[in-house]
């Protein structure tokens, strides 16, 4: 019998994946299944991009890269939050990542230990918890509320914070919910937060480029105030179509430069080359693509949304941001699992239960709409005929 480390038993997963091997599983036995499970883009990256990438190989760039990332790449991204967020950062100050994940890894590998308290949205992407119960940190939920539009507010942050918070962790526009938090309750929450000092701010924005209904995107970036503990976690996976390349980025302060990427050298060593300058190409060139993405989210949320709400007991805010309407389905009598699983086995929908997001997601369900308009009706008809059985 192997033996192995103990606290691998506090490490938890994403039940995206599995959802993701279970349809892939019937859909090999020949059953048809429509995928609104998974959290990414269905349009392929834009060109240009992968072109970049393929003129990187050719050109020679198969080696190592500096591990926080090619300067190019760095200058690059500092210009891109400069147009987006009109805040200028130092280059030195950013850290190329193999994608999303690893900053929030690092970031809590950093801060968390036995002792020390994070806090982290409920429902959220599920790595935050499991990696805070990795560290040996006690998880602290802000719970992401059906009344608040999904959206966490300040007083709820500053209520949970101790002496021993650690890390909070902010993540607008979410996944699960598609809720985003209005610019003046981000301001309120960076007031509050000069009363704790020692606590450092880690905000997921990679759904920052994806907003609905002329709502706005308000950087963490832009609150120079906190700016000296202040984490945000960025990418090209979501905004570029780009999940499969494993590149993203984040904005350190300076001071925990040297740990993050202390870190990286322990871990991965750098991003491979070519597809940093892939990441330069999608940050420099034509972003009319993102654009046309966004417009298409936005279209297939304003079907999706009424047709959810038109299924008994189901009951749908309107998403301000992502790609992931939030149902709650509670009115349909069934734990949220319970539905998921029907749905996908005998309705041939795959969606992602609420509970695999934190325990405030009983009585919802997470649709992903990056699917066509087509696929999602069928999807809804399905569900339809399913819960009229
Ligand atoms: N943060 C959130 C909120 C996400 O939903 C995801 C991916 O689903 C990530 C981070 C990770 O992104 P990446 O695939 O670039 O690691």
Redesign the pocket.
């Known amino acids: 019998m192997l033996r192995l480390a103990a606290n691998l038993n506090r490490l938890g997963t994403?039940t995206?994946f599995e959802v993701l091997a279970r349809a892939a599983e019937l859909e090999r036995q020949g059953r048809s299944i429509i995928n609104l499970g998974i959290?990414?883009p269905d349009f392929k990256t834009p060109q240009h991009i992968v072109e970049a990438a393929v003129k990187a190989l050719a050109d020679g760039h198969h080696g190592y890269t500096p591990a926080q990332g090619i300067l190019p790449l760095r200058v690059a991204v500092a210009k891109d939050l400069l147009r987006r967020h009109g805040v200028e950062i130092n280059p030195d100050d950013i850290v190329i990542m193999?994608?999303?994940?690893?900053?929030?890894f690092f970031a809590i590998l950093m801060f968390g230990e036995p002792g020390a308290e994070i806090l982290y949205p409920d429902p959220?992407?599920p790595?935050y918890r499991s990696m805070i119960e990795y560290s040996g940190a006690k998880p602290v939920p802000i719970p992401l509320l059906e009344e608040n539009g999904f959206a966490f507010t300040a007083d709820q942050v500053l209520a949970r914070l101790t002496a021993n918070t650690r890390l909070i962790i902010l993540?607008s526009p979410?996944?699960?919910c598609g809720g985003a938090v209005a610019p003046a309750e981000v301001a309120r929450l960076v007031a509050g937060l000069e009363r704790h000092p020692h606590t450092t701010v880690l905000s997921?924005e990679?759904?920052s480029q994806m907003l609905y209904g002329g709502r706005a995107h308000e950087s963490l970036l832009r609150h120079g105030a906190i700016r000296d503990r202040l984490i945000v976690?960025d990418?090209?996976?979501?905004t570029y179509a780009?999940?499969g390349w494993?590149?993203?980025f984040s904005v350190w302060p300076r001071a925990l430069i040297e740990t993050v990427v202390r870190l990286a050298v322990n871990c991965h060593s750098c991003v491979n080359a070519p597809t940093q300058f892939a990441g330069i190409a999608a940050l420099e060139g034509p972003q009319d693509a993102v654009a046309t993405m966004v417009a298409a989210f936005d279209a297939r949320r304003r079907v999706i949304v009424p047709l959810l709400n038109a299924l008994p007991g189901f009951r749908c805010l309107d998403p301000a941001g992502?790609f992931y309407a939030f149902p709650n389905v509670s009115g349909t009598g069934m734990p949220a699992r319970t539905l998921q699983n029907k749905m996908l086995e005998q309705a041939g929908v795959a969606t992602v239960s609420g509970t695999s997001f934190g325990v405030h997601g009983e009585g919802f369900i997470r649709f992903s709409y990056a699917n066509s308009v087509d696929n999602i009706r069928e999807a809804v008809q399905r569900i339809d005929r399913l819960l009229g059985q």
């Open positions: 994403e995206a959290g990414q193999p994608g999303g994940k690893p900053t929030m959220g992407f790595i993540n979410n996944n699960p997921d990679i759904y976690l990418g090209w996976s979501k780009m999940t494993r590149l993203g992502a």
